[in-house]
């Protein structure tokens, strides 16, 4: 009777044994997941979208597919752009499978994930934290070009001083030198000097400025013959007397060759009184500058 029943136990523990064995072997067997199987086709191709969707489906039957979740975590990182998405399913990867082969890839990606996530959010302590880092660092290359720079400086001038050494002495300004009053010309023979306060008698305080002469209107008193001459001196400018054919071009070619544009501007200026606009009149005088 006892060998009976040791018999009948034996038995019932093979069979749940076995039992056990085989729903394992269906919640880890992912080739037995139809979903499974669809969404390896829907990576093969290039559709993540599809592939996703059918993982999550076979998830949906078997939870416990941890290959699953590993490339749902990829699916979501590199091709769907949903990091948090990605974290969730690393996070349950390393769950179910703590001692698995890719689990410390995947503590490294369920890390790198977080920060870079975190860093994308508006004034986040991380992305704060990156840009005061960044600053620091480029504060200190500045300051390390500054110093740089600085000595350099100094060892040019140094050089300088040695090769050049008047190039450090500081320059005295030499004193002007005193010019005598030069006489102006007066009725005096040389060596008999007029009064000391002949107000003909000139000095850099007391020369007179010459005014230039101006144009002359045309009238009867200022008329010049067609056979006199059309041009006479006249201290530091010249006078020109229009002729028929004339025009400011031709007078300003004649008076200033080589340069009559030069030539017509100044002829202009001179006598801007009289010429406003008006045509030039045969005798009318101009002032010729030199």
């Known amino acids: 009777m006892a060998r009976n029943i040791s018999m009948v136990l034996a038995v019932a523990l093979v069979l749940s044994g076995c039992d056990m064995a085989k729903t394992q072997e269906v919640q880890y067997d992912d080739s037995r997941n139809p979903f499974y199987q669809q969404a390896q086709q829907d990576l093969d191709n290039n559709n993540p979208a599809a592939a996703a969707a059918d993982y999550e489906k076979a998830l949906g039957a078997n939870p416990k597919l941890v290959e699953a979740h590993y490339q749902l975590g990829h699916i979501y990182s590199e091709k769907l752009n949903d990091p948090i998405a990605a974290i969730f399913h690393f996070q349950q990867y390393v769950k179910l499978a703590p001692n698995g082969d890719k689990t410390p890839e995947v503590k490294d990606l369920i890390d790198k ?38 000595r350099t400086i100094a060892q040019l001038q140094a050089q300088l001083s040695q090769h050049h050494p008047a190039a450090s002495t500081p320059v005295t300004a030499t004193p002007p030198v005193p010019v005598a009053p030069v006489a102006a010309a007066t009725g005096n023979a040389p060596g008999n000097p007029g009064p000391a306060n002949d107000s003909s008698a000139a000095s850099p305080t007391n020369a007179v400025a010459s005014t230039p002469p101006r144009a002359l209107p045309l009238d009867a008193t200022n008329a010049i013959a067609g ?23 031709k007078i300003a070619h004649k008076m200033y060759p080589g340069d009559t544009k030069n030539g017509m501007d100044k002829i202009q200026e001179a006598n801007k009184d009289v010429l406003t606009g008006k045509p030039l009149k045969i005798g009318q005088v101009l002032i010729i500058p030199q």
């Open 113 to 150: 994930l977080s920060h870079d996530f975190a860093a994308s959010l508006p004034n986040s302590t991380t992305q704060n934290a990156d840009d005061y880092a960044k600053l620091q660092a480029d504060n200190a290359s500045l300051k390390k070009q500054l110093d740089d720079a600085t």
């Open 227 to 249: 056979s006199a001459p059309n041009m006479a001196d006249s201290g530091p400018s010249k006078t020109y007397t229009v002729v028929k054919g004339d025009s400011i071009w």
